[in-house]
């Protein structure tokens, strides 16, 4: 599949917890009050290195939206999706935004580059440290 | 014998089609199709009286006199009288004649009151065209030593003109100092016969009504030659290809293309060596493999360089050919004899992997950037000699050093920072996309841009950085896919593209010419030949480097058809 792009952020970052590839800066977090089938989910308004899918309509707890899967470029599983259309007012500011399954990312500190960190394999969520 | 009323007959005599030559006949009430009888062409030249040509922009009277003067620049004298006799136009009123014989042999005096003669000349002219005969005879007079006579001319008779004062200040400095004299003749001793040239300088000066430019037809023939080089798109051969006898046109026929297949896995680079000789691809099973090109275009193993434990996704071609740095991704830079094959040098620094290389323009110092972000810079034998930290904002980015010193890399991930190398001033490219990859001209004088969202920007780097085009068509979404610039004067640009098809642009118009289709997996990077302008590789994820033969040497003639190509080649392994 040739040499991928890969992007890369500086600081504290979400990386995929299957390949460590960087997603999202943790400063760039909307809010953390989302939830999925598999448990929390946090809205982000930049994400990097995910593939975008097709838009389809999905009914949400807040009504039927429509969104768009996000998959990670550099293992190709799906880590959250990307709001596209909200059905009225109260949430139109999620549109253009991401969501990211807690599940789906591991919290990373960016900045030192050696800590050979090994992806929590597993399933259940990491705590948030130092929020 | 006017038009419309003998259509009857041309039509029997002609042999086209009846329906063709009668709209021709009424679209272009003047003009009949051209025959082979005699009596066509006299039609022809009759019925036309004022212009010529089938759109009635050429003026008769024009076209005839720059073909009697092109007779006589060519030492045509006798065609140049007869033209001029049988047309009934001369190239020049008897007044202009008169004119151009007393300068010759000057006569000054007359001359200047028959510059007087000539009709339609503005005041300003005459007053300038005098000063230039004037002067003339001026410098002729000091020449032959009559102090007081050139004097005389210069108070009574240059001077009233009251124009181009300074000259007159300069002239009178010559009377008094015979090296400001020799200052301002040296000039004229170029050339042999100085009215000659003071004739084309009056050329020049009088408007070319009066008398017709030299050289004037191969001027025009020069500019369509160049109009007709210029649209021709798939342009790629020499000039000595244009002719006058058809309209320029090349053609795109395809010779099969070649596919080489040694590598093991997917292949991520290639590069043409500068004089063309050698190719380099690099690829995922950590080797890179150096191909010779003959000169007849046959590609052929010489070396596969084996050593890396990374995929090595990066290759650069020392400015004598003889050397390459190669880069094994997030590992070590090898240094390698081309001729042997054999690795001459291993760069590494440890705790770092290194994500770019390249060579500093004198060839005594290499570069290379680490994932850290720094840069350290080696000499040939792998001392360590500077280490800047801080100096790349992105983490992977492509790093080049221009043969001025001029450092090209990522400040950010949408910009692109050329630092001069004494002055240390920066100009910026900015983009609005982020930008994978970039890759500069051979002239340097260009940077391609490749970006996110799916197009390669142009940009020149001369001055401040402008953006000068846009190419799109190909798909990138999350590889790493490369262009180059390539055909003759770097006419076109090619790039990959995760589709599996090499895509080539029109670098001018950015239009796009071609989708080559043959690879099963994306085409990471394409090279082009320096040396050859119709040799063309491209690398793959289906482990094989194709080698495009382009050929069109033949100049077709212009054919509207010949906008619908066909793309028609066989696949021929040798």
């Given amino acids: ?131 | 014998m006017g038009g419309l009323e003998d259509e009857e007959p041309p039509l029997k005599r002609i042999k086209s089609s009846p329906q063709e030559s009668r709209s021709v006949l009424k679209n272009l009430p003047l003009i009949e199709p051209i025959g082979s009888s005699r009596d066509t062409m006299a039609k022809y030249v009759r019925l036309g009286d004022e212009t010529v040509g089938s759109k009635g922009i050429i003026k008769k009277v024009e076209f005839v006199r720059i073909i009697t003067r092109a007779l006589y620049s060519l030492g045509y004298e006798k065609s140049g009288a007869l033209l001029e006799e049988e047309s009934g136009i001369s190239l020049n009123s008897s007044t202009v004649n008169l004119f151009r014989q007393e300068v010759l042999e000057g006569k000054w005096d007359k001359s200047v009151a028959t510059l007087g003669k000539i009709a339609q000349l503005e005041d300003k002219i005459v007053k300038s065209a005098s000063f230039l005969i004037l002067e003339q005879k001026f410098f002729e007079l000091l020449q032959k030593e009559q102090v007081l006579d050139a004097l005389k001319t210069l108070r009574l008779e240059i001077a009233p003109l009251c124009i181009n004062k300074d000259r007159v200040h300069e002239l009178a400095g010559c009377i008094v100092s015979p090296a400001r004299y020799e200052r301002l003749v040296r000039d004229d001793a170029l050339h042999d016969n100085p009215r000659l040239r003071l004739l084309e300088e009056l050329q020049k000066l009088l408007p070319p009504s009066v008398m017709v430019p030299e050289r004037r037809l191969e001027h025009l023939l020069e500019q369509a030659l160049n109009v007709q080089r210029e649209s021709c798109v798939f342009h790629n051969s020499l000039d000595s290809a244009l002719s006058l006898y058809h309209d320029h046109q090349c053609g795109r026929d395809q010779i099969p293309t070649k596919t080489l297949q040694s590598h093991q896995d997917e292949v991520w680079f290639l590069k043409f060596a500068h004089n063309g000789k050698y190719l380099a691809s690099s690829s995922r099973d950590c080797t890179i493999i150096l191909w010779e090109v003959s000169k007849d275009g046959e590609v052929s193993l010489k070396h596969t360089l084996m050593g890396h434990q990374k995929p090595v996704f990066f290759v650069t071609w020392s400015f004598d050919d003889c050397q390459l740095l190669t880069c094994g991704i997030e590992e070590v830079v090898r240094r390698w004899d081309v001729e042997s094959g054999s690795c001459l040098q291993v760069y590494e620094k440890s705790n770092f992997g290194l994500v770019s290389c390249g060579w500093f323009p004198e060839g005594k110092k290499l570069f290379a950037g680490m994932n850290d972000r720094s840069v350290c810079i080696w000499d040939l034998e792998g001392k360590e000699l500077e280490w800047w930290k801080g100096q790349r904002a992105v983490k992977m980015s492509d790093m080049f050093i221009m043969s001025d010193g001029t450092v090209i890399s990522m400040n950010k991930e949408t910009t692109i920072v050329l630092k001069d190398g004494q002055t240390r001033t920066e100009r910026v490219i900015l983009e609005d996309n982020c930008i994978t990859s970039f890759s500069i001209s051979r002239d340097e004088r260009h940077l391609l841009v490749n970006l996110s969202n799916q197009e390669i920007h142009l940009w020149s780097t001369v001055g401040e950085p402008k953006l000068l085009a846009k190419y799109k068509g190909h798909k990138r979404t999350r590889l790493d896919i490369r262009s180059c610039f390539g055909g003759s004067e770097e006419a076109f640009v090619a790039s990959g593209s995760e589709d599996s098809m090499v895509y080539i642009w029109h670098r001018g118009t950015g239009k796009l010419l071609e989708k080559l289709p043959g690879h099963s997996g994306a085409v990471n990077c394409v090279s082009w030949n320096p040396a050859n302008p119709c040799m063309l590789a491209s690398a793959s994820d289906d482990r094989t480097v194709r080698i495009w033969g382009i050929s069109n040497v033949s100049p077709k003639l212009v054919n509207a058809c010949s906008n619908n190509f066909v793309i028609n080649h066989c696949n021929g392994i040798r």
């Avoid at chain 1, 943790?26 to 994400?47: I, M, P, T, W």
């Fill in chain 1, 1 to 131: 599949m040739g040499r991928v792009h890969l992007m890369y952020l500086h600081g504290r970052i979400y990386t995929c917890k299957y390949c460590q590839t960087h997603l999202a800066l943790v400063e760039d977090v909307v809010s953390k009050q989302f939830h999925c089938r598999h448990g929390k989910a946090y809205l982000f308004n930049k994400v990097v290195n995910i593939l975008l899918g097709y838009k389809e309509e999905r009914m949400m707890i807040t009504g039927l939206h429509t969104v768009s899967d996000i998959f990670c470029i550099g293992c190709g599983s799906i880590v959250g999706w990307k709001y596209e259309v909200a059905p009225d007012k109260a949430q139109k500011y999620k549109e253009g935004k991401f969501i990211l399954e807690r599940v789906k990312v591991v919290d990373f500190d960016g900045t030192n580059f050696w800590v050979s960190s090994e992806a929590q394999v597993g399933g259940s969520d990491a705590d948030d440290a130092g929020d």
